[in-house]
Antibody
Framework: EVQLVESGGGLVQPGGSLKLSCAAS????????MHWVRQASGKGLEWVGR??????????EYAASVKGRFTISRDDSKNTAYLQMNSLKTEDTAVYYC????????WGQGTLLTVSS | EIVLTQSPGTLSLSPGERATLSCRAS???????LAWYQQKPGQAPRLLIY???SRATGIPDRFSGSGSGTDFTLTISRLEPEDFAVYYC????????FGQGTKVEIK
């Protein structure tokens, strides 16, 4: 069974940093692209960025709203993807989901990030 | 960036009725790289349709997708009580973008 489990969310002050994790199981993680998507309360889905597989040189791409502040990485030995978030703003407050693949055939349950003083 | 515009914003229907949701892209989508998702309150989105018209594993056949180029449609042939939710379209040909969503509510 495919499972994606996010963790690491919490309360952070503006300007702070946080790192989210997405632990994967039930599929060949090393061969899959992984994405991060966020959703502010009562709002729609916003793509954050993605990292491709080793075969695709671990290429990353980011939404304009987070480029230069967020970094996606992965550790295939641990079947885990990461989202490092720096210089956080109040508008980054959202539930953060990780999702698998070319299109998102599997999603995690999400982890809540709150940026507030 | 490809912009997706969904209409209507809200669809008020009764169980058993047909639902037709629209998604329009700001530019033609190569190879119909268009997906549809269903999201219920407090839950992660669930993949319904990919490649504009292919149903994901386990999705009932009352859900169907159609379209190409810039105009796409999700049809729910007969609404079941569990189908009342928010639906998003997504393009995955050039990074990812999502439409703003259509809420299907009980009339």
């Amino acid at each position: 069974e495919v499972q994606l489990v996010e963790s690491g969310g919490g309360l952070v002050q503006p300007g702070g940093s946080l790192k989210l994790s997405c632990a994967a199981s039930g599929f060949t993680f090393s061969g899959s692209a992984m994405h991060w998507v966020r959703q502010a309360s009562g709002k729609g889905l916003e793509w954050v960025g993605r990292i491709r597989s080793k075969a695709n040189s671990y290429a990353t791409e980011y939404a304009a709203s987070v480029k230069g502040r967020f970094t996606i990485s992965r550790d295939d030995s641990k079947n885990t993807a990461y989202l490092q978030m720096n210089s956080l703003k109040t508008e980054d407050t959202a539930v953060y989901y990780c999702a698998r693949g070319w299109y998102a055939d599997y999603w995690g349950q999400g982890t809540l990030l709150t940026v507030s003083s | 960036e490809i912009v997706l515009t969904q209409s209507p914003g809200t669809l008020s229907l009764s169980p058993g009725e047909r639902a037709t949701l629209s998604c329009r892209a700001s530019q033609s989508l190569s190879s119909s790289y268009l997906a549809w998702y269903q999201q219920k309150p407090g839950q992660a989105p669930r993949l319904l349709i990919y490649g504009a018209s292919s149903r994901a594993t386990g999705i009932p056949d009352r859900f169907s997708g159609s379209g190409s180029g810039t105009d796409f449609t999700l049809t729910i042939s007969r609404l079941e009580p569990e189908d009342f939710a928010v639906y998003y379209c997504q393009q995955y040909g050039s990074s990812w973008t999502f439409g703003q969503g259509t809420k299907v509510e009980i009339k």
